[in-house]
Nanobody
C-alpha cells in the first residue's frame, strides 16, 4: 500500500505561481510513473502531467510551457511547479502513483484556486 501525501495548494492571483508536493509513503518514486491530475467543479478528472520511472515527462496541452513536473528520489516526492496560473487552472489537484494496474494509488487532493 502506498500513501500519497499532497501539499502546496492554495489561493493565488492570476499570473502567480504555486508548487505542489506529493510524498509517496510506502513506495519508491524511482520505479513508478507519478502523475498529477485535476478535477474542476462539474468536469471530469483530467491529466495534467506525468513523469515516468526513467524521467520522461508528458503534459496536457493546456499547461505546456507553464507547468513542470519533477521528482526527488532522496525525498521520495513528486512536484508540480505551476507558473503563470490562470483562472481556468482552478481545480482539485490529485497525485497518482502507478506501478501496475493493481498497484495504482491516489492522493486525497489539494485545492488550487486562481482568482483576483
Amino acid at each position: 500500500q502506498v500513501q500519497l501525501v499532497e501539499s502546496g495548494g492554495g489561493l493565488v492571483q492570476p499570473g502567480g505561481s504555486l508548487r505542489l508536493s506529493c510524498e509517496a509513503r510506502g513506495g519508491s518514486v524511482g520505479v513508478a510513473t507519478l502523475g498529477w491530475y485535476r478535477q474542476a467543479p462539474g468536469k471530469e478528472r483530467e491529466l495534467v502531467a506525468t513523469i515516468a520511472s526513467e524521467g520522461d515527462t508528458n503534459y496536457a496541452d493546456s499547461v505546456k510551457g507553464r507547468f513542470t513536473i519533477s521528482k526527488d528520489k532522496h525525498w521520495n516526492t513528486a512536484y508540480l511547479q505551476m507558473n503563470n496560473l490562470k483562472p481556468e487552472d482552478t481545480a482539485v489537484y490529485y497525485c497518482n502513483y502507478h506501478f501496475t494496474t493493481q498497484y495504482d494509488f491516489w492522493g486525497q487532493g489539494t485545492q488550487v484556486t486562481v482568482s483576483s
